[in-house]
């Protein structure tokens, strides 16, 4: 992503609401899951449906989704689709996802390297088939923004028996495509690209990755040219800037959905100029005029930065539609002196926070009170080089500590998947990183050494972290006085430990769990307790807790995991001493 944190930020994604459809969704790698790709960002508004032809497979993805208590709507069905409704012959294969509609063309295939092992028909069941088009007529569903299609050569069949939907609302295609009968008689990505592209689809790439075979028979392989092209995905996206093309679909809704999709799936450059076009064409609607969003998301780059983003062509074309008062134009010169002094050479090209451009040192015993508190904290990290978080609440928490994290060994307790390492990284602090959770890391970095373990029994040596930060993790069954024992035995003199939980007073009694793990948001007098724990392990808050309290932020529809729970978040510092 690259345009969309700022679009999430300023409320233009409040009226996006956009709906995937995944046919074939067995979920075997993480990145099955849309979520972990970025396309939770337009939670609430995301509704997802999958199609399986695996009953299991369909009941697990939903078993784990209702664990997960997630805050958008996806559910999968086990069907089978085509372009017909009826009965049909599903071949299992020995590799349960190659398995299809389509009987696997082992004497062909194991003539290539690899390829019998995951295609040999194990068995064969029959299976009910319905179309898309059925489907949504059925449940009532008017549209479907994006598609997913990988279902072992039948994905033409799927698009043949959806070309109601198709016409009507689908934006992008997402298609495995064969370039081989890896199945008997089955389309090619001729026969695909055809169909799409009298749709009025364009081809905007070909993914082989893996996608290639050699041959059984050959001891010796090309490094240029590795094997005959078998399999890859293809990207087909609407093109709805085209003055010539007569649809419905060109409207400014539709094109901020396209480029909202291109700017997911990672195509940065048509993102932006389905956003320019926006602006130039509809941006006296305040809802269309985001050329403020785009300065924001291009001041990332430190080399445009250098350059002057006042001289920027696309900058000079929006100009009657920037803000007055945009920061990042005003500020141009003193940003290309923070960026030419302070870059650090990560693959990101990421800028180091500035002390120039650092806010006063904020309070760090508090509450969140208000929304804009998270607005201004996801500027923050933008603006200095840091990684927002995939929850944009949580910006309010990786913000405040990033800013007063000094050089020293830090442990992260409660560290899957933790921002606050990565941005440690970025912000270059000296000193050992350790993270330790129950589970491994969804990502691991390189600069960290990760446990798998508990955070009040580590087996980490005495006195040996500068700094320890937990982040909503006390919340989860994390008993205060053992945890309070464990951070004072393993601070050094003067280390400091960073503390965030789920708040609200009175207290909030849900009856359900996050992370396998109860979750008992704090209250007041929870809090106090925890306070007290620390204090008799030498660990002394640095500063007076400000109680006061605003809204409950955290509510149903903006992130929170149930539908009548609202609450905030707390944060304490304890220095030990």
């Known amino acids: ?98 398995s299809s509609l389509y009987p696997p063309n082992e004497s062909y295939m194991q003539r290539f390297n690899g390829y019998i092992d995951l295609i040999q028909l194990n068995r064969t069941i029959e299976v009910e088939t319905t179309t898309l088009d059925t489907f ?52 090619l990505f001729g026969d695909l690209d055809v169909y799409l592209r009298n749709q009025s689809f364009t081809l905007f790439d070909l993914i082989v990755s893996t996608g290639r075979a050699v041959r059984t028979t050959s001891p010796i392989t090309s490094s ?17 800037m085209r003055p010539n093309l007569n649809t419905h679909l060109q409207t400014p809704e539709r094109i901020l959905k396209l480029a909202c999709i291109a700017d997911v799936m990672d195509y940065t450059d048509y993102a932006l100029e389905l956003l320019e076009y926006l602006t130039l064409n509809y941006g006296n609607d305040p809802n269309y005029n985001l050329a403020d969003n785009i300065i924001e998301s291009l001041a990332q780059i430190p080399e445009l930065v250098n350059q002057g983003l006042e001289n920027l062509p696309i900058v000079n074309r929006l100009r009657d539609y920037i803000s007055s008062n945009n920061v990042y134009l005003r500020n141009t010169k003193t940003q290309i002196k923070k960026t030419t002094n302070r870059m650090i050479s990560r693959a990101a090209n990421l800028i180091n926070k500035s002390d120039r451009d650092a806010p006063p040192k904020p309070s760090v015993c508090k509450f969140l009170k208000f929304r804009d508190e998270i607005y201004k904290c996801t500027d923050y990290l ?5 990684a927002s978080h995939n929850l944009f609440c949580k910006d309010w928490d990786i913000a405040h500590i990033i800013f007063d994290l000094s050089d020293g060994n830090l442990l992260d307790m409660g560290s899957s998947d933790s921002y606050i390492l990565k941005n440690a990284v970025l912000k270059n602090v000296q000193g050992e990183k350790y993270g330790i959770d129950l589970q491994p890391p969804d990502v691991p970095l390189e600069e960290v050494k990760y446990m798998v373990g508990d955070l009040m029994d580590t087996k980490l040596p005495d006195h040996y972290f500068t700094n320890i930060t937990c982040l909503s993790v006390i919340e989860h069954e994390v008993d205060f006085k053992k945890f309070a024992t464990e951070v004072s035995r393993l601070l050094i003199e003067n280390g400091k430990l960073y503390v965030t939980f789920d708040y609200w007073t009175p207290k909030l009694k849900p009856d359900f769990k996050l992370y396998d793990k109860l979750w008992n948001p704090l209250d007041k007098n929870d809090t106090k307790n925890l306070i007290e724990e620390c204090k008799s392990c030498g660990l002394n808050l640095v500063e007076p807790v400000d109680w006061s309290l605003g809204d409950a932020v955290i509510k149903p529809g903006y992130f929170s995991p149930g539908a009548n729970i609202s609450y905030t978040f707390g944060m304490l510092v304890f220095q030990k001493n």
């Open 1 to 98: 992503m690259f345009f969309l944190p700022s679009l999430k930020k300023s409320g233009k994604l409040d009226r996006v609401y956009l709906t995937v459809c995944i046919v074939g969704s067995r979920k075997i790698e993480k990145q099955d899951d849309y979520a972990s790709r970025n396309w939770d960002i337009f939670a609430p508004n995301l509704t997802i449906y999958g199609f399986d032809a695996d009953v299991e497979a369909c009941e697990q993805a939903n078993a784990d989704l209702e664990a997960r208590k997630v805050n958008w709507t996806e559910n999968h069905i086990p069907l089978a689709l085509s372009n017909t409704e009826g009965n049909a012959t599903l071949y299992v294969t020995k590799y349960p996802g190659c």
């Open 136 to 187: 949504c007529q059925s449940e009532n569903i008017k549209e479907i923004d994006f598609i997913h299609l990988d279902v072992q050569g039948g994905e033409l069949s799927v698009l043949e028996g959806a070309s109601e939907i198709l016409g009507r609302s689908i934006l992008a295609v997402y298609s495995e495509v064969e370039f081989t009968d890896i199945y008997v008689n089955q389309p």
């Open 224 to 240: 240029n040219r590795p094997g005959s092209l078998v399999w890859a995905d293809a990207f087909y996206l609407r093109d709805l």
């Open 382 to 386: 933008h603006r200095n080089g840091y």
